[in-house]
């Protein structure tokens, strides 16, 4: 048969008759509520049905700096509060490389195939601040994870200071729980002060250590070591897991020089390879035992009670602190007095007391 293009009357363009242009706008959403209509009792109802959208949503408008966003978010997370609570929250912390991300996939998918279990992986990076972007949570390092549609993954927010990221993020937990995650990951690099914020936010904190360095106590900040209530040492596979055996007994006799914790808990050393998805199990019975332990010695509701005291308190220096840096010619005058503290003209003390009377006046 012959093509139609060496046909003469062929012109290259059919017009079809009777097919209707579609409308640029989906007939479909016209009833639904933009974002920004939703009420606080909206972005609760969706939440609590576990509506992803929603939950992201009101954790991007909890990260806003904007005014009226926080104000939405406060009384979103109010609304939520009554619903959370019911999880186990478990700070990861570990250095670059120590396998964080790897063992994060592996013991999340653990723990939802095997352990029917809802999972959200949160993460405090200080670093976000200075690069503008997280490197932790990123959806790109857990792979398999971030496939499961019961896993919830979410970088560091990365505006602020330590305090404020972390604020954001143990209200990001609240709203998780309330939309019926009850496992919570909060991840941190083991390099700074974010262990000590993650350690305020969790019932058990996860040290990740790495063997075959040659200097395995060296390198430990003795007071990250004593805030952990287990240790992990990763990558106990292939020729090193000897290393890894003996780098865990050095652990354990490091721990005996620690006083006992006030949980009444002796912490745990165990092996495992986050790559080879070996001694997985042991990691989450470890995790139980320690939960059902403190729950019988009433060191749970102690920890979480405790925290909640904290928060409070966190919160209200950092809202202090915001109101006196925004206050209005704050800026100028800080400058000025600044110079006049580095020109040798006023003690500190002095500037700082002007500062303040001149704030307290200002009230
Ligand atoms: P993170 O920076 O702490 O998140 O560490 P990653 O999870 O990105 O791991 C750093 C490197 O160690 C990667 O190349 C991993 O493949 C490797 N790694 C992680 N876990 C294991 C393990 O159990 N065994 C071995 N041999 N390598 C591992």
Redesign the pocket.
């Known amino acids: 048969m012959q093509h139609p293009e060496n046909n003469p009357q062929y012109k290259g363009l059919n017009v079809n008759k009777g097919i209707a242009q579609p409308p640029i706008i989906n007939p479909y959403l016209s009833g639904r509520k933009r974002r920004q209509d939703y009420s606080p009792d909206d972005f609760a109802d969706g939440i609590r049905k576990g509506n992803i959208t929603i939950l992201s949503q009101a954790v991007t408008l909890l990260e806003s700096q904007k005014e009226d966003h926080q104000a939405l978010a406060q009384a979103v997370i109010e609304k939520c509060l009554p619903f959370s609570g019911n999880s186990v929250r478990i700070g990861i912390t570990?250095?670059?490389?120590?396998?964080?991300?790897?063992?994060?996939?592996v013991f999340g998918i653990h723990l939802i195939k095997e352990k029917n279990r809802k999972l959200a992986v949160l993460a405090i990076d200080p670093s976000s601040e200075r690069s503008k972007g997280s490197?932790?949570g990123d959806k790109t390092?857990m792979e398999e994870l971030s496939r499961e549609p019961n896993a919830f993954i979410r970088p560091s927010p990365s505006a602020g200071s330590l305090g404020g990221v972390a604020r954001k993020t143990r209200e990001t937990i609240i709203l998780c729980e309330a939309a019926g995650f009850d496992t919570i990951f909060v991840?941190t690099?083991g390099v700074g002060q974010s262990e000590t914020a993650v350690h305020s936010m969790v019932d058990f904190f996860l040290l990740?250590q790495l063997a075959g360095t040659g200097d395995e106590l060296q390198g430990i900040k003795r007071g990250i070591m004593e805030m952990a209530d287990g240790i992990i040492v990763?990558?106990?596979?292939?020729n090193?897991i000897d290393r890894a055996k003996l780098a865990a007994a050095q652990y354990r006799n490091a721990l005996h020089l620690f006083p006992m914790p006030p949980s009444g808990w002796a912490p745990k050393v165990l092996t495992?390879?986050?790559?080879?998805k070996?001694g997985i199990t042991e990691i989450w019975e470890m995790v139980n035992e320690y939960i059902a332990f403190t729950k019988r010695n009433g060191y749970f509701d102690f920890r979480r009670n405790s925290q909640a005291k904290y928060w409070m308190y966190e919160s209200i220096n950092e809202q202090l602190k915001n109101h006196f840096y925004h206050t209005p010619d704050m800026e100028t005058l800080l400058a000025a007095k600044e110079q006049q503290v580095l020109n040798s003209e006023i003690s500190s003390f002095k500037a700082a007391k002007e500062l303040l009377d001149k704030y307290f006046k200002a009230e």
């Not at 670059?96 to 994060?104: D, V």
């Open positions: 570990g250095v670059p490389g120590a396998g964080k991300s790897t063992s994060i996939d490197i932790l390092r991840e690099v990740i990763n990558k106990a596979d292939g090193n495992y390879s986050g790559y080879f070996l």
